[in-house]
C-alpha cells in the first residue's frame, strides 16, 4: 500500500485551530476547544427542551404508540448505524490527522461526508413515504414532534457536512496545515449529532 | 496516547456501539412489559452516549472546565423536567397514578 504524504505543517502547527488556535484562556484550552464545547452546551439545551417535551407528552398521549407504528423502523435502524459508521470515519480522519497522514485524512474525511449525504438520502426517503401515507407536521402532536425533531437533528448533519466539507476542499488544495486542529473540533461537533441520534431513535422509533 | 493504540481504541469503540445500537432494537422484539422496554432501551442509548461522549469526544481527558460548562445544561434540563409535571398532572390523572 502506498505510505500517505506527511502534513506539511503537521509539526510547525501541532495545535493550531486557526487564527484563535493559539492557548487563550487561563485553563490552557485553546479558544476553539472552548468554543465547541460551549456550542454543544448551548445545543444540549435545545435538544433537551426538545426530548423533555416530546417525553412528558407522549405519557400524556399513549395513543401516540399508534402513530409509531406509521414509522419505518429499517429506515431508522439504517440511518443509525449510517451515522455510527460516518462517526468513525471522523474519527480516523482526525487521528490521521495527528499522525500526518495528509491522504489518510482526505479519504476519510469524504467518507464522513458520504455517509453523511446517505444518511440525508435516506431520512428524505423516509419523510416522502411519510408524506405519501398523509402524514405531515401539522397531522397531529406526534407528527409535529417527529419532524421538528428529525429536521433540527438534520439541519446539524447539514451543517456539519459544510465544515467537513470546507475542510476537505482545503486539504485536497494542501493547504489544511493552518486548520488541521479544525478537523479534530468538527469531529467533536459530528460526535455530538451522532449522541443526538442516539437518543432521538430510541425515542421515536423504539419507546413501547 | 499515539494514534495506533487511539484508532484501535475507535475500532473496538465502534464494534461496541454498533452491538448495542443493535441490541437496542432487538429489545423492542422481546415483547417486554412497557417500563421494562423503555428503561432498558434507555438504558443502550445512556451507555451508547456516554461512550461517545468520554472516547470519540475525548471528554475524559478534557479539564473541568469543559465538564462545567456541560453539567449547567443538564441542570437547566432537570429544572425544565420539574416545571413541566404541574402541567402534565392537570391534563392526565392516569400520569399521577402511573408514580402512585
Known amino acids: 500500500m502506498e505510505k500517505s504524504a506527511s502534513l506539511p505543517l503537521t509539526q510547525a502547527y501541532p495545535t493550531n485551530e486557526g487564527p484563535c488556535g493559539h492557548n487563550s484562556s487561563p485553563a490552557g484550552l485553546t479558544a476553539g476547544r472552548l468554543g465547541i464545547w460551549a456550542l454543544i452546551a448551548s445545543e444540549i439545551v435545545l435538544f433537551a427542551g426538545l426530548f423533555g417535551s416530546f417525553i412528558l407528552m407522549r405519557m400524556i398521549n399513549p395513543q401516540w ?15 443509525s448505524l449510517v451515522l455510527l459508521i460516518s462517526n468513525f470515519f471522523m474519527m480516523k480522519a482526525s487521528s490521521s490527522v495527528t499522525a500526518g ?34 402524514e405531515y407536521p401539522t397531522s397531529g402532536g406526534f407528527w ?44 467533536i461537533y459530528w460526535s455530538f449529532v451522532e449522541v443526538v441520534w442516539i437518543f432521538l431513535f430510541p425515542m421515536l422509533y423504539l419507546l413501547a | 496516547m499515539n494514534s495506533n493504540t487511539s484508532v484501535n481504541n ?49 471528554l475524559k481527558s478534557e479539564g473541568k472546565l469543559i465538564y462545567w460548562i456541560m453539567i449547567i445544561p443538564f441542570v437547566l434540563f432537570g429544572i425544565l423536567l420539574v416545571l413541566f409535571i404541574p402541567d402534565v398532572c392537570h391534563y392526565s390523572i392516569d400520569f399521577l397514578k402511573r408514580f402512585f
Open chain 2, 10 to 58: 475507535h475500532s473496538a469503540i465502534f464494534s461496541v456501539l454498533v452491538l448495542l445500537a443493535l441490541s437496542a432494537v432487538g429489545i423492542t422484539f422481546l415483547h417486554l412489559p412497557v417500563v421494562s422496554n423503555n428503561l432498558a432501551v434507555f438504558a443502550v442509548a445512556t451507555v451508547m452516549a456516554g461512550l461517545v461522549f468520554f472516547q470519540y469526544m475525548d
Open chain 1, 144 to 187: 409535529a414532534f417527529y419532524f421538528l425533531m428529525t429536521g433540527i437533528h438534520a439541519t446539524h448533519i447539514i451543517g456539519g457536512l459544510v465544515a467537513m466539507g470546507l475542510l476537505w476542499v482545503r486539504a485536497v488544495k494542501g493547504t489544511l496545515g493552518p486548520m488541521q486542529g479544525r478537523v479534530a473540533l468538527t469531529g
Open chain 1, 65 to 79: 404508540a399508534e402513530e409509531v407504528s406509521h414509522l419505518n423502523l429499517k429506515a431508522g435502524t439504517l440511518n
Open chain 1, 101 to 134: 497522514k495528509a491522504n489518510d485524512v482526505k479519504k476519510y474525511l469524504f467518507l464522513t461526508m458520504v455517509m453523511g449525504v446517505l444518511f440525508l438520502c435516506v431520512k428524505a426517503f423516509e419523510y416522502t413515504a411519510e408524506f405519501a401515507h398523509g
